[in-house]
């Protein structure tokens, strides 16, 4: 008795239904390509052409931070580049008293101050009026504020003279600060009209859909979006109005009314001058500045970058 069998066929394997991991991009070994291939002599020029600028940019700090400490012997002597033998601390009190600097900080930060909060205020308004608005004669009012810019301060010291005199506000902060936060706002409303005519105007009516007043768009929309630009402002506005002399000169005769700049004057006479005393009156004005663009330069870089990219 025969019996037949036939060959069993092995059974499929069964599939497996998890999801395979797709394989990941291979990643070529590092070397030191392309840290070498940066150290090109091209950077290294580049390198070298930004050390010799920003050391041309400090060297007149830095004679006046050596010439503030010398005595008036050392620097007859010695000239003004040498260092000094011997430091003398007490130039920096002696400044201080002599020409009351510490008052003629407070006005210059007084000043300044309320410089910034009425140009920014008001060419805020005007370039929102001239760049948003719909109103009518706008290249004619552009061309008038540019106007304003153009006009040297030496044609405008002799009207303003005489009608600070009639209103009653010569020698005093209040009429200077309003007549430099004035003419700064010119500049102001020039610069942000042109940032807002090229506003989005789709958030402008959305807004106005939304229910929206001229008001809150200004201060929920446009304000946020544009102070960057304004902050850049800020900073300039600042550091100009810190710096004014002739406006101050003429309007601000009384000790007790003058800024920072009017104290560098008292240094020096008609036939003497103290070249320690005036590096030393120089240096307290500084520091100042170079604190506030400590504090802002951030501000500051973040203003002038956001305009090269959209």
Same mark, same amino acid.
């Given at each position: 008795? =025969?019996?037949?069998?036939?060959?069993?066929?092995?059974?499929?394997?069964?599939?497996?239904?998890?999801?395979?991991?797709?394989?990941?991009?291979?990643r070529?070994?590092?070397?030191?390509r392309t840290?070498a291939?940066?150290?090109?002599?091209?950077?290294?020029?580049?390198?070298?052409?930004?050390?010799?600028?920003?050391?041309?940019?400090l060297?007149?700090?830095?004679?006046?931070?050596?010439?503030?400490?010398?005595t008036?012997?050392?620097?007859?002597?010695?000239?003004?580049?040498?260092?000094?033998?011997?430091?003398?601390?007490?130039?920096?009190?002696?400044?201080w008293?002599?020409?009351?600097?510490?008052q003629?900080?407070?006005?210059?930060?007084?000043t300044s101050?309320?410089?910034?909060?009425?140009?920014?205020?008001l060419?805020?308004?005007?370039a929102?009026?001239?760049?948003?608005?719909?109103v009518?004669?706008?290249?004619?009012?552009?061309?008038?504020?540019?106007?304003?810019?153009?006009v040297?301060q030496?044609?405008?010291?002799?009207?303003?003279?005489?009608?600070?005199?009639?209103?009653?506000?010569?020698?005093?902060?209040?009429g200077?600060?309003?007549?430099?936060?004035i003419?700064y706002?010119?500049?102001?409303?020039?610069?942000?009209?042109?940032?807002?005519?090229?506003?989005?105007?789709?958030l402008?009516e959305?807004?106005?859909?939304?229910g929206?007043?001229?008001?809150?768009?200004?201060w929920?929309?446009?304000?946020?979006?544009?102070?960057?630009?304004?902050s850049?402002?800020?900073?300039?506005?600042?550091?100009?109005?810190?710096?004014?002399?002739?406006?101050?000169?003429?309007?601000?005769? =009384?000790?007790?009314?003058?800024?920072?700049?009017?104290?560098?004057?008292?240094?020096?006479?008609?036939?003497?001058?103290?070249?320690?005393?005036?590096?030393?009156?120089?240096?307290?004005?500084?520091i100042?500045?170079?604190?506030?663009?400590?504090?802002?330069?951030?501000?500051?870089?973040?203003g002038?970058?956001a305009?090269?990219?959209?």
């Open positions: 008795m =025969s019996t037949d069998i036939s060959p069993t066929t092995p059974a499929p394997a069964e599939r497996s239904t998890a999801p395979q991991p797709r394989p990941g991009p291979r070529r070994p590092r070397t030191g840290a291939s940066a150290r090109t002599p091209g950077s290294y020029a580049v390198v070298a052409a930004v050390g010799v600028a920003t050391l041309a940019f060297s007149p700090f830095l004679v006046i931070l050596l010439n503030s400490f010398k008036g012997a050392d620097f007859r002597a010695h000239g003004s580049l040498s260092w000094p033998t011997s430091w003398n601390w007490g130039v920096i009190a002696e400044v008293e002599r020409a009351d600097f510490g003629k900080l407070v006005n210059s930060l007084q101050l309320g410089v910034v909060v009425i140009a920014v205020v060419a805020l308004f005007n929102y009026a001239l760049g948003i608005g719909r009518r004669w706008r290249t004619a009012f552009l061309v008038f504020f540019l106007g304003i810019n153009v040297p030496e044609g405008l010291v002799y009207p303003i003279y005489y009608l600070f005199k009639e209103m009653g506000l010569y020698d005093g902060k209040l200077y600060t309003l007549l430099v936060g003419t706002s010119a500049f102001g409303t020039y610069l942000l009209s042109s940032v807002f005519s090229s506003f989005p105007r789709e402008i959305a807004a106005s859909i939304d929206a007043g001229r008001w809150t768009i200004l929920r929309i446009v304000f946020p979006m544009s102070w960057p630009t304004l850049v402002m800020c900073v300039f506005f600042f550091v100009w109005s810190w710096n004014e002399f002739l406006y101050p000169l003429v309007l601000l005769i =009384s000790n007790e009314n003058q800024t920072v700049p009017l104290g560098l004057s008292v240094m020096q006479g008609q036939y003497t001058s103290d070249p320690t005393s005036m590096s030393a009156a120089a240096l307290l004005g500084v100042p500045m170079m604190i506030f663009f400590l504090i802002f330069q951030r501000s500051l870089t973040r002038v970058t305009g090269a990219v959209k």
